[in-house]
């Protein structure tokens, strides 16, 4: 196999979970609001709200699609709400700024999350001005991945060229399609299994896996993979 810097011209980066970590709570926090957000809006308690959250988690990909297709929620307006979040838990990430700034070619955001939550996160993490695009839930059309309807979009919107791209994701069953469309695959293992994600079904799918993003654009920039 060629070197990974040799081939790959576009680099494709999910947010939560991959360029910084699911224990600094951040996670949790928006799976919180949304809970709130369930339970405000459909007048239950917390529990039923969670179990409705689970349910069209598994059912519409995100807690988001299920409360537009049943219940007419204005996505914009579901977003802003389970992203009033506490940033400053989230903190520089000086390596990955580093290994980032060395790799030629176009590095794009892609999240199932929205702009403003993708800036703030950026900005505490210092990665600001490190990515030529940002796609988000929104420019997606609020389909989440891995319908593969937004990743063709995707294609389309940055004139992709799939054999010379790299998505990294932390939820496995993301680049199932991913790997379908002819990207190249990193799974980052963030060291927590999320509730719908089947990895046993999506590991032919991976053709890396990394605990340490940093470390792995390290080993790339070195042209060691
Ligand atoms: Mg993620």
């Known amino acids: 196999m060629s070197k990974i810097k040799n081939k790959i011209n576009t680099w494709v980066f999910d947010l939560d979970n991959t360029l910084y970590s699911a224990d600094s709570g951040i996670f949790q926090q928006v799976h919180v ?8 809006h459909l007048n239950i308690n917390i529990k039923e709200a969670k179990e409705i959250q689970r349910k069209y988690y ?20 579901f977003l802003s709400e389970v992203h ?3 940033y400053s838990i989230i903190g ?13 070619g176009r590095k794009i ?6 702009l403003q939550h993708t800036v703030d996160v950026l900005e505490k ?5 490190m990515f030529t695009d940002i796609f988000d839930i929104k420019k997606a059309n609020y389909i989440p991945k891995p319908e593969i309807s937004p990743y063709n979009q995707f294609i389309k919107d940055f004139n992709i060229d799939p054999e010379s791209t790299i998505m ?16 190249t695959s ?14 046993a079904s999506s590991k032919k799918y991976l053709d890396y896996e990394t605990k340490n993003i940093s470390n792995f654009l390290n080993q790339v920039n070195k042209g060691e993979i």
Do not use: C
Request: charged share 25%.
């Open 33 to 40: 609001l949304m809970g709130e957000f369930v339970s405000k």
């Open 58 to 77: 598994k059912q519409h990909g995100t807690t988001l699609r299920g409360m537009m297709d049943n219940h007419g929620v204005d996505p914009d307006y």
């Open 84 to 86: 009033k979040l506490d």
């Open 92 to 104: 520089p990430n000086i390596d990955l700024n580093e290994e980032l700034k060395i790799l030629e």
């Open 109 to 114: 955001i892609y999240t199932n999350a929205n």
């Open 125 to 129: 993490l210092q990665l600001t001005n």
């Open 168 to 183: 990294f994701d932390d939820i496995a069953k993301n680049l199932v399609p991913a790997k379908n469309v002819g990207f």
């Open 186 to 199: 990193v799974w980052i293992d963030a060291g927590y299994e999320n509730f719908s994600d089947d990895i």
